[in-house]
């Protein structure tokens, strides 16, 4: 498994792309990597020992101008491949890291999934198998459980409502999207790295950077949201796009009151099995046939309008529990 790690907060100051994030424009991923695991326990530690910052400043120092055109260089080739996506399905898996519920360096939770989405604004998040951390075996090894019962996050956006399934209690919330959040207005959402990347926004919505990966052929851009909103969600993005392709390949978050000592959660995701525009049908059909819209016949269904709300889990979560 690959991990992304972020450089020391303090020197530059965490998307479910909602997925966020969860990322519309991604590639099969290579190898794990296992040196990811070493950097990412020594940088994220610098993180609690460095002062209060002030979260309306930039979090690092201003780039200069051979690191500002290199970033506007590789976030607009990072634009020209993400436009292109019309329809993509793909399938992840997801670590979720929380030091107060497994050891270091062991996950917490591990989740097995599938993301759909056909532009502009229609897609799909369905976790399908969970597995829980259940303590240290006799050989020293961690041990992880699939718990019967154990559900994870489903929701389905079919461009008017957002529909939220929770199969452990049969129950399906759907909220109708407000006009402004329909069509491409959606990439006003807080998943700004679900859906097609927009250079000029993202610059104006995040203080943006690209840092030192950790491989040759990687990529590394690291995100610090401005906006109070974005900033309830998560501390900081880190996306890993292929150097060639400029496709991403992993996706790091934090949560937003991340600190390796008293709140140390993270999230990490991969990407396999991409399929991209591979689509020969009519869309009207493969609409009503890719993504699922309806809960199943026998289901309670609360239905109202959307309102934003606050909530701790940076990604994989609908928008209803996204602002």
């Not at 290579?30 to 990811?36: G, L, M, V």
């Not at 695991?37 to 020992?49: D, F, M, R, S």
């Not at 200069?64 to 020209?80: F, H, I, P, Y």
Request: charged share 25%; proline share 8%.
């Amino acid at each position: 498994m690959m991990r992304l790690s972020p450089s020391n907060p303090h020197n530059h100051a965490f998307i479910r792309l909602t997925v966020t994030i969860v990322l519309v424009v991604v590639t099969s991923i290579a190898a794990p990597i296992d040196a990811f695991a070493q950097t990412n326990e020594v940088t994220q530690g610098n993180a609690a020992n460095e002062p209060a910052v002030n979260p309306n400043a930039a979090p690092f120092p201003p780039l200069s101008m051979a690191e500002q055109q290199k970033l506007d260089t590789v976030l607009g080739q990072w634009e020209t491949q993400s436009k292109g996506t019309k329809t993509l399905e793909c399938q992840f898996q997801r670590w979720h890291y929380d030091l107060f519920a497994a050891p270091a360096g062991v996950f917490a939770e591990k989740s097995f999934g599938v993301i759909k989405y056909a532009a502009p604004d229609r897609g799909l998040f369905k976790v399908e198998r969970k597995l829980i951390f259940n303590g240290m075996g006799a050989d020293g090894k961690p041990m992880h459980d699939e718990k019967p019962g154990q559900f994870g996050e489903h929701w389905v956006c079919n461009g008017e409502e957002l529909l939220e399934f929770d199969h452990a209690k049969k129950e399906c919330k759907i909220q109708q999207l407000p006009p402004e959040m329909r069509g491409q207005r959606i990439l006003e959402s807080p998943l700004p790295f679900v859906f097609n990347l927009d250079a000029k926004q993202i610059q104006e919505r995040y203080w943006v950077r690209q840092v030192q990966a950790p491989k040759p052929g990687m990529l590394l851009i690291e995100a610090y949201p401005k906006r109070q909103e974005d900033r309830a969600q998560y501390k900081l993005v880190q996306i890993a796009l292929n150097e060639t392709t400029f496709l991403p390949e992993a996706l790091l978050m934090y949560a937003p009151n991340f600190n390796i000592k008293t709140a140390p959660k993270w999230d990490h995701y991969e990407f396999t099995d991409v399929k991209r525009n591979s689509i020969t049908q009519g869309l009207t059909r493969f609409m009503n046939s890719f993504i699922e819209e309806k809960p199943p016949v026998d289901w309670k269904v609360y239905r109202n309008s959307f309102r934003p709300q606050i909530t701790e889990r940076p990604m994989a979560r609908p928008l209803s529990e996204q602002r």
